[in-house]
T-cell receptor
Framework: DAGVIQSPRHEVTEMGQEVTLRCKPI?????LFWYRQTMMRGLELLIYFNNNVPIDDSGMPEDRFSAKMPNASFSTLKIQPSEPRDSAVYFC?????????????FGSGTRLTVV | QKEVEQDPGPLSVPEGAIVSLNCTYSNSAFQYFMWYRQYSRKGPELLMYTYSSGNKEDGRFTAQVDKSSKYISLFIRDSQPSDSATYLCAITNAGNNRKLIWGLGTSLAVNP
């Protein structure tokens, strides 16, 4: 099992540009989570999908952030336009329904730098 | 007051030492307590999962919960250089286990 696969691993972009982060969850997992991690705020849950449907997006910071899950094997997190304060490590995690966040397997993250 | 407080360290110990990592929390409704380990440039991985008060042991790791004090601990016995990582505590209540409340993490270095 390859685990949760995220791409790209690193992204450097200029302020105002659109950024798209990608995630392939573990096959068979039907819950998917997007997190953001910074030194100051730690890990923050941005959005949670169950069976490809967004269940809770209360953690999405602004309308500049959007997430989609068109099928069970792919999800994207888009930031448009990006700002320097969006610089962080973004993690995708997946789990079986019922395991919740506690049972989730995390990817290795995408380190985003907005200059 | 933050819902979960965790000393960021860094903590540096010699190989073989006993390590104690701690978190405090503010909401007595929380019932599920977790410890995660995060290696550099990796995502967190679940180490220990406990419900309510008491101790849970898994090899060299012991998780302890004191609900009366709202205090949780992770003990590592016979620490190894491979234990060098950031350790994060996370808590949740029974009805919303998809939304964990995370500590900021404690950075641990075990020196050979």
């Amino acid at each position: 099992d390859a685990g949760v696969i995220q791409s790209p691993r690193h992204e450097v972009t200029e302020m105002g540009q659109e950024v798209t982060l990608r995630c392939k969850p573990i096959s068979g997992h039907n819950s998917l989570f997007w997190y953001r991690q910074t030194m100051m705020r730690g890990l923050e849950l941005l959005i949670y999908f169950n069976n490809n449907v967004p269940i809770d997006d209360s953690g999405m910071p602004e309308d500049r952030f959007s997430a989609k899950m068109p099928n069970a094997s792919f999800s994207t997190l888009k930031i448009q336009p990006s700002e320097p304060r969006d610089s962080a490590v973004y993690f995708c995690a997946s789990s079986l329904t019922g395991q919740g966040s506690a049972g989730a397997t995390f990817g290795s993250g995408t380190r985003l730098t907005v200059v | 007051q933050k819902e979960v407080e965790q000393d960021p360290g860094p903590l540096s110990v010699p190989e073989g030492a006993i390590v104690s990592l701690n978190c405090t929390y503010s909401n007595s409704a929380f019932q599920y307590f977790m410890w995660y380990r995060q290696y550099s440039r990796k995502g967190p991985e679940l180490l220990m999962y406990t419900y309510s008060s008491g101790n849970k042991e898994d090899g060299r790791f012991t998780a302890q919960v004191d609900k009366s004090s709202k205090y949780i601990s992770l003990f590592i016995r016979d620490s190894q250089p491979s234990d060098s990582a950031t350790y994060l505590c996370a808590i949740t209540n029974a009805g919303n286990n998809r939304k964990l409340i995370w500590g900021l993490g404690t950075s641990l270095a075990v020196n050979p």
